[in-house]
């Protein structure tokens, strides 16, 4: 088959980004007949045909892809005949239970997650060595692409120097870090660093990474096949939206992948998602994914694939499809996929992508049917619909991204929010785990201020519903008088991957702050503004289209190029603002154009965080409060004396449209990701050593050579049943792996705070526990310290505490130093969780932290994907408890002693259902306990994971498997 291409020079040739140019031989066994060739102008890629296993036209998209894979990759052992045969005869509606290997492309990570990846594969060229092996053999097999986006900071932010200053600390911060990701970069092949400065992972990944369709030579034939990949980010599934298969997973297999280990998973059940009509005026795309991922939730979609099709794809840009995608970990999928059709042609050509890469493309997806044809359908396992417009404004809170809120509702909703946080005592949380934050009682506070006009905000806009009014004067160090009260607009961020990556809201929001200058609105004088883009080239198109003065003028000048607010890295608050919010027990609200929203995430001086799109965030910040309504109150008095109102500075979407076709063109791609690995100045002074085996210092506190390894021998040890285990933490449901190992601040009065006090670490320079994972010290100390994190073995308690049984009084403790208190007398551990466990992002140290803290188990009523699996990679038992039970129904308080048996029948190579669980009454339960037994279930769900646990996890098995 052969497809013309221009042969133009224009744009950026693929070789620049595939990596080495080693051959890479994997031997296929073609069993089907599928090897083919196919011509492109003047090139000829070896090819594996789809077509030629039955069954795949009925194929979804999606599974096409894979099928693919499995052809590509069959070897007769690891992939095999029936594998392939099974794709191909899928059975939409059956539960999965066919294991496949899946062999990704590519390994894309942030520096978060990716810089313990490096410190791993630094680990293991040590291991092998130590083992009689050759350390060169650790060296990425699939190209791996690091993206240095997690760390800066917004410190300084509404000045022209906060960009530079923030950028500079963060260099302070950060040089031990980025001096080894250096050293990674020249030490091992086919691994790329984007330093600092340059955007947000995976709109780097859409705008210049992703290929779509990947070009490598094996076996000395140049072969295309479709661009999949595994990421260290749960909003790795953003690149569904240009067609990519991805989806994140911990660092733990994502070091796997990247040393040529397949990733085991189950044939998944796919979600058909069909979009009919279009967008309405006023709506804008976050607006479409918030609805999504409420819908999605809401039904059911955790461990399936999505994947959207009809007559409405067409309809949503390129830029749309990548926010739908990137929030598949809100509604909780593996992916959430669009196909391949003429928008993605035109999104390549217009990020620069060479005409002979938009041709391939095209050519090999109509070859292997992954072009988008609305008229042909393909099976589902399930289906849903959404007419888009039925769209309306929404925003997402306040502390799940799925809590769907329509905004002409914001106000009153709020006000019962506002109740939860404010009127319940924490004591009363309930097994679900569902309660609030300690106060004051309001009743007892008598608003004299209210409705005085004594203040900035003046009448028109509200303070907290009824008697939950909370009004506190402020006066700031130049002066300024104003009140703040309940639902305060404290932090208005424009960030994340989410929306920075879509012209059309980013533009909407450049506009309304021009509408609103020109009306003579500002922003209130107590909210934290912040511009992070998540590519330069958001700089580019609002410079181009005159947006940036305005933008300034209200505050939101930029911060940094990168996630900033999404991940916690806000930085503090205005003074007097923090002051008044700690001091009188303010319950203020951020709201953030990002993907998360979770309890203690965003400040923690904020406990209420709402999602809404770029241009509803400047809204907030002129309204300056949560208790507002965009329809009846007023934005304040305009320079021509009339009240303002959300409307009249609205922008028209056709208006939007017409800056998006005058604004944005190819240039900009190419300028700014012209040179994108070299790096400023900064980066490329950065002393850089040169060594296959790293040096370690033992004076960092920032990289140290992890444990994992220490006493390993090349035999297994064979696994044995949990005997006399304790129970660190009981907790309740939607507890995320930042609740396990939380990303933001490190509290100078816990254990990792008095960890780098001891070390010389002054408090100022602490930076977060995100920035320093590379330190197995701190990360251990930091595990399930995450402020917001409720530990039901003590009652009104909030933060990283638990009971320690080592002790006769079993008194309150840092669960750090009570997990020490166990290991020095060889007592194992367990959790006790409830639904949703490990819900949020793919962090691997959630369950490498556990795992080095000594919990050998952890039963839940339901975990999400990505943390269950990484438990596995650590050698942790995930279990669940029976169907409809959880700890508090069978009767469980956590003073128990728990027993697991059953676990040698792993040993035999085969996989039990359930294990055993036997808790017994303590001296620390009350009288009259019995003792509780049930049958857990066995979240080890392939022959895969198996191994990984026999081997006390993933990288021990691969080393191994290496020498």
């Known amino acids: 088959m052969a497809v013309d291409a221009t042969g133009s020079e224009n744009g950026r040739a693929p070789a620049e980004i595939t990596g080495s140019a080693r051959e890479t031989t994997v031997s296929a066994v073609n069993s089907f007949g599928s090897k083919d060739t196919l011509t492109v102008g003047s090139t000829d890629y070896e090819v594996f045909r789809v077509d030629k296993v039955p069954g795949f036209d009925k194929l979804p998209f999606s599974l096409k892809v894979l099928l693919e894979n499995l052809l590509r990759t069959e070897d007769g052992k690891n992939v095999t005949r029936a594998q392939i045969e099974s794709l191909g005869s899928w059975v939409p509606t059956a539960d999965p239970d066919t294991e496949i290997q899946f062999t990704p492309a590519r390994v894309i990570m942030q520096d978060f997650t990716g810089v313990p990846c490096i410190v791993d594969l630094a680990t293991m060229r040590e291991a092998v060595g130590a083992l009689g092996g050759d350390p060169n053999k650790i060296n990425p097999l699939a190209p791996a692409e690091l993206v240095i986006d997690h760390s800066v900071i917004a410190d300084l932010f509404g000045s022209e120097n906060a960009l530079e200053r923030n950028v500079e600390i963060e260099y302070e911060r950060n040089g031990e870090r980025y001096q080894f990701l250096r050293w990674g970069q020249t030490a091992f092949d086919d691994f790329k660093v984007v330093p600092p400065g340059t955007g947000i992972v995976h709109q780097v990944n859409i705008e210049y990474l992703a290929r779509v369709t990947f070009t490598r030579t094996v076996d000395g034939a140049l072969r295309a096949y479709p661009d999949t990949c595994v990421g260290t980010d749960s909003h790795t599934t953003m690149v569904n939206g240009l067609g990519v298969l991805g989806w994140g997973v911990g660092g733990i297999e994502a070091e796997a992948a990247m040393l040529g280990q ?105 070859l292997q049917k992954l072009w988008h044809d609305p008229e042909s359908e393909p099976d589902y396992s399930e289906y849903l619909e959404l007419d888009l417009a039925t769209v309306v404004p929404s925003i997402a809170g306040p502390k799940r991204p799925q809590d769907r809120v329509e905004l002409s509702n914001a106000k009153s909703q709020f006000g019962i929010d506002l109740g939860d946080y404010t009127t319940q005592d924490v004591s009363r949380v309930d097994a679900a785990g569902e309660g609030s934050f300690p106060a004051s009682d309001p009743n007892g506070f008598t608003p004299e201020d209210e409705g005085t006009g004594n203040d900035v905000m003046h009448s028109h806009v509200s303070h907290a519903p009824g008697n939950l009014s909370r009004p506190v004067k402020v006066t700031t160090s130049a002066g300024l008088d104003y009140t703040l009260d309940h639902g305060a607009v404290a932090v208005a961020a424009i960030t994340s991957c989410t929306n920075t990556s879509n012209p059309s809201v980013m533009l909407a929001a450049g506009l309304l702050a021009r509408n609103a200058v020109k009306k003579g609105l500002t922003s209130k004088p107590w909210v934290k503004t912040t511009l992070a883009p998540g590519s330069k080239v958001v700089t580019d198109y609002y410079a181009k289209a005159g947006l940036t003065d305005d933008l300034e003028a209200l505050g939101f000048y930029t911060v940094g190029y990168g996630c900033t607010v999404c991940i916690g890295n806000t930085g503090p608050l205005i003074d007097e603002v923090s002051a008044a919010i700690n001091d009188n027990d303010l319950a203020v609200t951020a709201v953030l154009s990002g993907n998360r929203n979770f309890e203690g995430r965003i400040s923690p001086d904020v406990k209420m965080n709402y ?152 408090r100022g320079d602490f930076n977060s526990y995100g920035s320093r994972r590379g330190n197995h010290e701190v990360m251990i100390r930091g595990t399930f310290a995450n402020i917001r994190l409720r530990n039901q073995l003590l009652d009104g308690v909030e933060g990283g505490y638990t009971r320690d049984f080592t002790q006769a009084d079993a008194p309150q403790s840092f669960i750090y130093d009570a997990a020490q208190n166990y290991a020095a007398q060889s007592t194992p551990l367990v959790i006790f969780g409830g639904k949703e466990y490990g819900s949020g992002s793919s962090r691997d140290w959630a369950a490498k932290g556990t795992s080095l803290l000594g919990v050998k188990a952890v039963i839940t009523e339901s975990f999400e994907r990505i943390h269950r699996s990484n438990l596995i990679g650590m050698g942790v038992l995930p279990l669940q408890f029976p169907a409809g039970e959880s700890w508090a129904s069978l009767g469980l308080d956590g003073t128990e002693i728990v027993e697991i048996s059953g676990v040698e029948e792993l040993n035999e190579g085969t996989t039990p259902k359930t294990l055993h669980v036997t808790a017994t009454p303590s001296e620390h339960s009350g009288a009259g306990k019995s003792v509780v037994e049930f049958d857990a279930v066995l979240r080890i769900d392939t022959p895969g994971e198996a191994d990984y646990y026999r081997n006390g996890g993933i990288l021990q098995y691969v080393l191994r498997s290496l020498v």
């Open 262 to 366: 397949p990733v085991s998973m189950l044939i998944p059940k796919v979600v058909g998602f069909k979009l009919n009509g279009s967008i309405p005026t006023g709506v804008t795309a976050t607006d479409v994914v918030l609805t999504i991922t409420q819908i999605l939730r809401k039904h059911g979609v955790v461990g399936k694939f999505v994947e959207f099709y009809g007559a409405g794809v067409s309809e949503v840009p390129l830029a749309n499809r990548a926010t739908i995608g990137n929030m598949s970990p809100e509604f909780g999928s593996t992916s959430a996929m669009f196909p391949i059709d003429d928008v993605t042609l035109d999104y390549l050509r217009l990020t620069g992508r060479t005409d002979e890469q938009v041709a391939l493309v095209e050519a090999y997806s109509r």
């Open 611 to 762: 999602l809404a799109s770029p241009p509803l965030v400047i809204a907030y910040a002129l309204a300056g409060s949560m208790n507002f309504d965009f329809e009846t109150d007023s934005l304040g008095t305009g320079s021509d004396g009339n009240e303002v109102y959300l409307k009249d500075i609205w922008p028209d979407s056709a208006e939007v449209q017409r800056t998006i076709d005058t604004s944005i063109d190819t240039g900009m791609f190419l300028k700014e990701y012209g040179e994108v690995f070299d790096g400023d100045e900064r980066w490329r002074s950065l002393p850089t050593p040169d060594s296959e085996v790293f040096e370690w210092d033992d004076a960092s506190t920032y990289v140290r050579r992890p444990p994992y390894f220490d006493g390993m021998t090349l035999e297994t040890t064979p696994v044995s049943s949990i005997t006399g285990a304790r129970v660190l933490a009981k907790l309740g449901d939607s507890v995320t792996t930042d609740h396990i190992s939380p990303a933001g601040n490190i509290k100078a009065d816990s254990p990792a705070g008095a960890y780098l006090q001891e070390h010389g670490v002054s």
